[in-house]
């Protein structure tokens, strides 16, 4: 998990490289670093967040292919596949 993971998490690592290096906005408004690292650190707590939800839905989604073919397995409450074609 912790690799399928990687790529959310360690956007934080350059973004936090954009935050230090920077002296000042584009824009016209006070920068502050506190502001842009709670900003990365909300960003990134997301983005794992969500990684983390694809990598379960498709664990849970390996696991009914192994043998469970319903969409329970999946979260849902529908019954098998097979068993709506009748």
């Given amino acids: 998990m912790l690799g399928f993971l990687a790529p959310a ?11 230090m290096v920077g002296e000042r906005l584009l ?10 690292l709670a900003a990365v650190v909300a960003f990134v707590a ?12 498709v664990r849970r989604c390996e696991g009914a292919q192994q043998g469970d073919q319903s969409d329970e397995a999946l979260g849902g409450t529908q019954p098998a596949l097979q068993d709506r074609r009748g």
């Fill in 9 to 19: 998490y360690t956007a934080g690592i350059w973004l936090t490289g954009i935050g």
């Fill in 27 to 36: 824009v016209e408004l006070p920068y502050r670093r506190s502001i842009y």
């Fill in 46 to 57: 997301v983005h794992t967040w969500h990684a983390y939800l694809a990598y379960d839905w």
